[in-house]
């Protein structure tokens, strides 16, 4: 199989104000690496008219289908029916199948409700796809030059039907030429920037799927190749290469690393420790250092110093240079990181201090007045101003993301040590 | 106008792997209080044949349809050109509304793009919506018994354009009468039973729409009530005061307040400040407190003692308590709040220390156990243990929300002080 699919998702609770059908996201990578493109998506909700509707709109639209969600055993569920009723196939007794189900429940303990049993109802002619994580099976169908997969809506329940059951059974009809993606990431410059210096690897390739994706701090390169996957991977390599010769050592890591993630990797290799003192990120550099699992290793703590006898009292700032330069400053801001360190007795410490907003903001200090400062047990020490632009949450995201840039130099050999 | 409509979003950017239409939800709750229901959401990119399918699909499923994205000046901008098509309307140059564009490039000092002009082509016989935060104005278009409204794609713009232009065009063709939401909020609960509690409430109004959406720490009651504005509040007043008569003081909020912000206020009414000792959080709680702008009012910082020698330095935690108890023990929460108490001099001090996971779980303190600890000037001491599920990221959150629900039951003078 090869060409183009639609991805609809089931559920009234789709329709609402606060959930978005995030399985489509999975599922569109998926389809890429098996050749196949999503031309459209729809939520739709358990009104059987409406669900008949959309899945003959959908039908219409590319000639395979992937359905997420109504499977399961209430009243709402009413995919499975739909979709059988729109083929004109019956639903039969799979009696294999309810035995299964029955002991399901009669492991945990618990009788199986009656409800449960329709469960056990399969499209007649259909493929059924187990869902080892969960109760209800999921079905494919083939029939009039037409494909549907019918998976759960649950998240790990879909996974792990595709994985194991669809995907395979959808590739053997494939040339085994995917689209296959890949994301390099930069931290700390300018989206402009970023394009300005990729602008030549990508023209160079007119035919490669490129994007750039920007985030408060981050700006993504996403590029695809098509073919079998050890030819996709060689393209993949080549691109990011010349990628890489066009940014340097400005992309730090690929796919699924984080900027905290290899920062983290960094320290430990070196067996460095870090502490930290911030101030107008008020703990976020440190929740995202720790967010990282094992970052105990080298991470010893922080001191949130929000209140200026803090800032005196933990990271050993002056009481001179508080009351001459401010909290926001240079100074300070180095004086907080050469503290964190002594406190913490750390190799290496970043400090921060700022005006993250909406209030605090000063005509000589405004709203985004962000200081940076990095003092090492080797001597090393830097300092970075940076106005930021954007609300309260996008200056303290882009700030902690400036710190682990800083950071991430010091630890490469990089760091212009100079007044910025 | 009432009744039901349908959402549609283009732009091939929505059918890669990283975005999401999050525009919809929006749109969602705005449709919901003009009493039209949202009966199927579709994505699309800009492919014209798919497009112009899209549009008369959505067409059959619903009489209002409100599409956002593509009315840019680049030629992958065709949502106008489509609709026109669709409904057998011109596209015509408004010389209006190319002198505003050419001034509003002006005021910038740029000369605009030739590209630009066609944003001043309008569909035929269509309301022009503008847009005073970008260069593409949008449209509302009746014709044949349905009505399509043309938003941007940009969030702000979108926003800006549906509350000043569309919104009030579609509220005239109403009878006022919407379905309005209310959400109350409690946290540290389990789902199960703040549904036990909140089910008398919802069974003796089965007409209202009920919903529990449930997040790590959080549990939202959500409902609705139909009618004009002021016949709705009544409703929802009544419906609210009920559910606070089954769930009392651990309803913390309503709508758009935050766990974070109510305990926020709390403390500055009393005049309180409050300080952290934080260790598997890693600075997650004190990163929420600062997240609520002005928390400088009373949050004075945070020790994010990671490591045990920080405990010690700056939490004036005992050794001997370490070297006895462990760090994740009753006995160290207690000394990490009395600790920070003491380090900052604040009225109040939580403090934190578990086991988050993936690693450092042992059979007597397996992941998932933590302890959290309040230390008030009053002499008030309280300790919870909690055993958590679910993996790093979620015992984490669920932590902050258990510690902000403890500090929330002392501020309001709630607190059962005994062992749990």
Redesign the interface.
Known sequence: MSGIASILAVGT??????R???N???L??EL?ALGI?????????D?WD?LV??IR?AL??APLLVITGGLGPTDDDRTKEAVAHVFGRALVRDEEILARLVERFRKRGITMPKVNEKQADVIEGAVVLPNPRGSAPGYLLEAGGRTVVLLPGVPVEMKGMWTDGARPLLARGTDGRGLH?RILKTAGLPESLVEERAKPVYEAHPDVPF?I?ASPGEVLL?FAARGTKAEATELLDRLESDFRKALGADIFGRDEETLEGVVGDLLRTRSFTL??A?SC???????R???V????DY?????????N??KR??AYVAEETLLRHGAVSEESAREMAAGARR???STVALAITGVA????GTPEKPVGTVHIALDAADGTRAHRKVMLPGE??MIRRWTTALALVLLRQYLMGRLETGRT
């Open positions: 609770e789709l329709l609402g104000t606060t978005l059908d995030t489509s996201l999975f569109t990578g890429a493109r999503v031309v459209r998506k729809a939520c739709v909700g009104a409406e509707a959309e709109a219409e639209a993606l994007t994706l996403q502490s930290l911030e990120t008020g703990g976020g550099l440190a929740a250092i720790t967010d699992p094992g970052s105990s991470f010893l703590g922080a001191a949130v110093t929000y209140a006898e803090a009292e933990i406190r913490f007795s907003g909406p209030g605090g309260r949450a």
